[in-house]
C-alpha cells in the first residue's frame, strides 16, 4: 500500500532519508534533472535547514522503497509571482503510468497554499500531465546567467 510522507520545518527527513530522496530524484529525473547538490538544496530549503520561505518535500513510498517525490519551495511572492514554485517531481521509472504522479501532483496542489509555478523543458513528456492539472505556460522564461 502507498503512503504518504511530508516532510516540512516541523518534521524534518533524516540524513538517511534525506539522502534517499536525493538518489531517488537524481535518478528518476534523468535528463531533466539537477546535479544531487542541487537536489539537496531545494530539500534543504524546502524543510528550512537555513534561512528560507520554506515548502515542503512529499514522497510516495511502498513497503520503505520510495515510488515518487515532489519539492515545493515557497517563494516568499504573491499576485506577480506564485507563492510556490514545484522544484522537483519524479516517479519512479518501473511505475511510470501507473497514475503515480498524477497522485502526487494531486496531492501536492492540495496541501500548497497559493498559486504554484513550475519550470520544464519544452520537450518533457509530463507536460501533459502539468497541463491536466491546469498549468499554463503564460510566459516566456529568459535568464541571464552570471
Request: hydrophobic letters at 35%; zero cysteines.
Given at each position: 500500500?502507498?503512503?504518504?510522507?511530508?516532510?516540512?520545518?516541523?518534521?524534518?527527513?533524516?540524513?538517511?532519508?534525506?539522502?534517499?530522496?536525493?538518489?531517488?530524484?537524481?535518478?528518476?529525473?534523468?535528463?531533466?534533472?539537477?546535479?544531487?547538490?542541487?537536489?539537496?538544496?531545494?530539500?534543504?530549503?524546502?524543510?528550512?535547514?537555513?534561512?528560507s520561505?520554506?515548502?515542503?518535500?512529499?514522497?510516495?513510498?511502498?513497503?520503505?522503497?520510495?515510488?515518487?517525490?515532489?519539492?515545493i519551495?515557497k517563494?516568499?511572492?504573491?499576485?506577480?509571482?506564485?507563492?510556490?514554485?514545484?522544484v522537483?517531481?519524479?516517479?519512479?521509472?518501473?511505475?511510470?503510468?501507473?497514475?503515480?504522479?498524477?497522485?502526487?501532483?494531486?496531492?501536492?496542489?492540495?496541501?500548497?497554499?497559493?498559486?504554484?509555478?513550475?519550470?520544464?523543458?519544452?520537450?518533457?513528456?509530463?507536460?501533459?500531465?502539468?497541463?491536466?492539472?491546469?498549468?499554463?505556460?503564460?510566459?516566456?522564461?529568459?535568464?541571464?546567467?552570471?
Open positions: 500500500m502507498l503512503k504518504t510522507k511530508i516532510f516540512d520545518a516541523i518534521n524534518k527527513p533524516s540524513v538517511f532519508e534525506k539522502r534517499e530522496i536525493v538518489d531517488f530524484l537524481f535518478e528518476s529525473l534523468e535528463q531533466y534533472g539537477d546535479p544531487k547538490k542541487d537536489i539537496q538544496r531545494a530539500i534543504d530549503y524546502s524543510v528550512k535547514e537555513f534561512g520561505f520554506g515548502g515542503f518535500t512529499m514522497i510516495l513510498a511502498d513497503d520503505s522503497k520510495i515510488k515518487g517525490a515532489v519539492v519551495n517563494t516568499g511572492m504573491g499576485g506577480y509571482i506564485p507563492e510556490n514554485i514545484l522537483y517531481i519524479a516517479t519512479h521509472g518501473a511505475h511510470r503510468g501507473e497514475g503515480l504522479g498524477k497522485k502526487l501532483m494531486k496531492k501536492a496542489i492540495e496541501y500548497s497554499k497559493g498559486d504554484i509555478a513550475l519550470h520544464v523543458e519544452p520537450n518533457n513528456p509530463a507536460i501533459k500531465l502539468y497541463e491536466k492539472f491546469g498549468f499554463t505556460n503564460p510566459y516566456l522564461e529568459m535568464r541571464l546567467k552570471k
